[in-house]
């Protein structure tokens, strides 16, 4: 019996992925068109700052912005169809937008060009952004690293299996897109 219950959410979870996947049905858009703001969560349960998407004609923009003591170390971000993602246990190296910074900073922000990063029918970009934050001390020295993850308010999907964390679809609303 448990087996069957297995089988049969694991069903239903792809299932539902592959509507998200093949954009064929936008409400499955959680965030988006427009600016979607969301929370950076820390260590699960600490809010350390906050993630903004949003897009203009020609581009995506995901934004990081960190409060209080946290800095932003590294930032690894997925922005794409979604196909390429382990939606069970996602490795972080194999994001395709990783930025690394020698002198910790309090923000960051990658813009990515519609024509050239996306496929042009794709209307629902699938998206995950994971921080690595530090807190440091007055000489610079890291005291604190914390892993960190951009949380959907209402809507977004956690990852199934062991690492912790979430990714969410954005609707892209561009003038040559249907």
């Known amino acids: 019996m ?11 979870f792809t299932m539902s992925l592959g509507l998200v996947f093949t954009g064929s049905n936008d409400l499955l858009a959680h965030q988006g068109p427009g600016l979607a703001t969301l929370d950076l ?14 897009n203009d004609p020609d581009s995506l923009i995901i934004r990081v912005d960190i409060g209080g003591e946290w800095k932003i170390a590294e930032v690894q971000i997925y922005a794409g169809d979604g196909y390429d ?5 996602p490795t972080l190296g194999r994001f395709p937008y990783k930025k690394t910074y020698n002198s910790p900073v309090y ?11 996306f496929p042009p029918d794709l209307n629902v970009a699938v ?8 807190q440091l001390d007055d000489e610079g020295n890291v005291i604190v690293e914390e892993g960190a993850w951009a949380r959907p308010g209402d809507g977004g999907y956690e990852f199934e299996c062991a690492r912790w964390g979430w990714w969410f679809t954005y609707e892209i609303a561009h003038p040559s897109r249907p």
């Not at 969560?41 to 949003?54: E, F, L, P, R």
């Open 2 to 12: 448990k087996k069957s219950k297995m089988v049969l959410a694991c069903f239903v």
């Open 41 to 54: 969560i820390a260590g699960q349960n600490i809010d350390a700052g906050v993630v903004s998407v949003w």
């Open 85 to 89: 993602l382990d939606m069970c246990n």
């Open 107 to 117: 923000g960051h922000e990658l813009v990515l060009d519609l024509e050239s990063e």
């Open 127 to 134: 998206i995950a952004v994971h921080v690595d934050l530090v």
